[in-house]
C-alpha cells in the first residue's frame, strides 16, 4: 500500500512540475502539464509583481498568459563563459542595497507554513531556535528573485534580464539572492545539492558578512531558510514534498545551528 502511495505521489509531483520551453522566432513558450497549473500561476505572479517593484521592474522579461502557457521575448542565455558579466550584475545589485535601511532577517520568510511543515518531518526545536537567530540580525530591506542564478539570466539587447520568477518574495531579501548566485554556480561545480555546498567556507560570504556587520553563520542561515521557504512554496500540499527532502533541510539546519551555537560559546 505505502509502495503504491509513493509511485502515485511521485506521478503527481512529476505532473505538477513539469515545464518544457521552446523558441518560435523572437518568442519563448513555457508549456506546462494540466498539473504544473500552480507553477504557471506563481509564475506568472511574480512576474506581475516584479514589474511593480522599483528594485527589480527594469530586469523582468514581462511574460503573457494563455492557458497552459507563459510566452516572452527570447533572448541569449548567460553561458558559463560570461560569468564575470552576470558577477558584475550581481554585484552591482548588491552595492544599491547595501545603503538601505534594515529589517530583521527572520520577516523575510513565511514561518506559518515553515511551522506547517513540522507536521511532515521538519524538525521543530530546530526551526524554532534558526528563527530567534535569525531575529538577531538585519538584513537591507528589498524584495527577493526568489531563485536567482546563471540559468535564470537572459541576455536581451545585451542586458542582462530575469526569467523563472516563482519563488519571488515581496518579503524576501536580494541578500539571500546574492548568497544563492554564488551557491548555484558551486552546486554545478561540485555537481552537489545547495544544502552541502552552502556548508563550506566561502571568502565571498565572509566578505559579505563584513559589510553587512554580521557573521557567514549567520548568513548562510538566512540563505538556507530563503531556499526551504521558496522551495516548499512550490509545492501546492505540503504532503507532496518528499522526505529526503525534508531530511536535508533537517541536516543543514542541524548543522548551521550547531556551528551558530558553538562559534558562541567560543566567542
Ligand atoms: N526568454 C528566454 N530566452 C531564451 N532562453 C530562455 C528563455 N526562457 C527560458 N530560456 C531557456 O530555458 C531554460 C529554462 O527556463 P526556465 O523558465 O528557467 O525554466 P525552469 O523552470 O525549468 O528553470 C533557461 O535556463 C534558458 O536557457
Ligand atoms: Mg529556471
Redesign the pocket.
Known amino acids: 500500500m505505502s509502495t503504491l502511495k509513493t509511485i502515485v505521489t511521485s506521478f503527481i509531483r512529476l505532473l505538477g512540475c513539469y ?1 518544457y ?1 521552446f ?1 518560435w522566432n523572437d518568442r ?1 513558450y ?1 508549456v506546462f502539464t494540466p498539473l504544473g497549473s500552480v507553477s504557471k500561476n506563481a509564475e506568472l505572479r511574480g512576474n506581475k509583481k516584479a514589474l511593480l517593484s522599483d528594485f527589480w521592474k527594469e530586469h523582468v ?1 514581462e511574460v503573457s498568459s494563455s492557458p497552459l502557457i507563459l510566452a ?6 548567460v553561458l558559463m563563459e560570461k560569468v564575470e558579466r552576470a558577477e558584475e550584475f550581481i554585484n552591482h545589485k548588491l552595492q544599491i542595497i547595501l545603503s538601505k535601511p534594515g529589517k530583521k532577517a527572520s520577516s523575510a520568510y513565511n514561518f506559518n507554513r515553515l511551522y506547517e511543515l513540522c507536521v511532515f518531518g521538519l524538525n521543530e526545536d530546530l526551526l524554532k531556535l534558526s528563527e530567534q537567530l535569525l531575529s538577531s540580525f538585519h538584513l537591507p530591506v528589498t524584495a527577493s528573485h526568489g531563485d536567482l542564478h546563471i ?2 539570466m ?1 541576455l536581451v539587447t545585451n542586458e542582462i534580464k530575469l ?2 520568477w516563482s519563488m519571488y518574495n515581496p518579503d524576501g531579501s536580494f541578500v539571500n539572492d546574492y548568497i544563492h548566485f554564488y551557491n548555484y554556480l558551486e552546486t554545478l561545480k561540485e555537481n552537489q545539492s545547495w544544502t552541502v555546498s552552502i556548508l563550506k567556507e566561502h571568502e565571498y560570504l565572509k566578505q559579505l558578512a563584513k559589510q553587512l556587520q554580521t557573521t557567514d553563520t549567520l548568513l548562510k542561515l538566512s540563505y538556507a531558510m530563503s531556499r526551504i521557504n521558496g522551495e516548499i512554496g512550490q509545492y501546492s500540499s505540503l504532503r507532496l514534498i518528499p522526505k529526503k527532502q525534508i531530511n536535508k533541510y533537517n541536516n543543514v539546519l542541524f548543522q548551521l545551528v550547531t556551528l551558530i551555537e558553538r562559534r558562541k560559546c567560543l566567542a
Open positions: 515545464s520551453i523558441h519563448s513555457k522579461i516572452m521575448r527570447k533572448g541569449d542565455p540559468n535564470n537572459i526569467i523563472d
